[in-house]
Nanobody, 116 residues
Framework: QVQLVESGGGLVQAGGSLRLSCAAS????????MGWYRQFPGKQRELVGSITSGGRTKYGDSVKGRFTISRDNAKNTVYLQMNSLKPEDTAVYYC??????????WGRGTQVTVAS
């Protein structure tokens, strides 16, 4: 069992920046990839970015070049640096951890609101 706690969401003006953090605890030895997803009202969650234990990253098309995902394995924490934020980035952002066995865990989510 992996527990994930997100922090760092909030309100920011368009063009601004935020950094999200997600700290993992529990069965951290089982974690392969960690990532961030977001969910708009009435929509399914979509990938924002992910990073494997080896540091390989993947991004959703809408955030490429603006968002950067990173991981501190010593702290069991994954970060999402979000720059040049747009109002359409407004969503609830969820942290995800995927085990080597393909089991996923989710955080509770953190609201990001970008004002125009």
């Amino acid at each position: 069992q992996v527990q994930l706690v997100e922090s760092g969401g909030g309100l920011v003006q368009a063009g601004g920046s935020l950094r999200l953090s997600c700290a993992a605890s529990g069965s951290i030895f089982s974690i392969n990839a960690m990532g961030w997803y977001r969910q708009f009202p009435g929509k399914q969650r979509e990938l924002v970015g992910s990073i494997t234990s080896g540091g390989r990253t993947k991004y959703g098309d809408s955030v490429k070049g603006r968002f950067t995902i990173s991981r501190d394995n010593a702290k069991n924490t994954v970060y999402l640096q979000m720059n040049s934020l747009k109002p359409e980035d407004t969503a609830v952002y969820y942290c995800n951890a995927m085990s080597y066995e393909g089991l996923g865990s989710w955080g509770r989510g953190t609201q990001v609101t970008v004002a125009s």
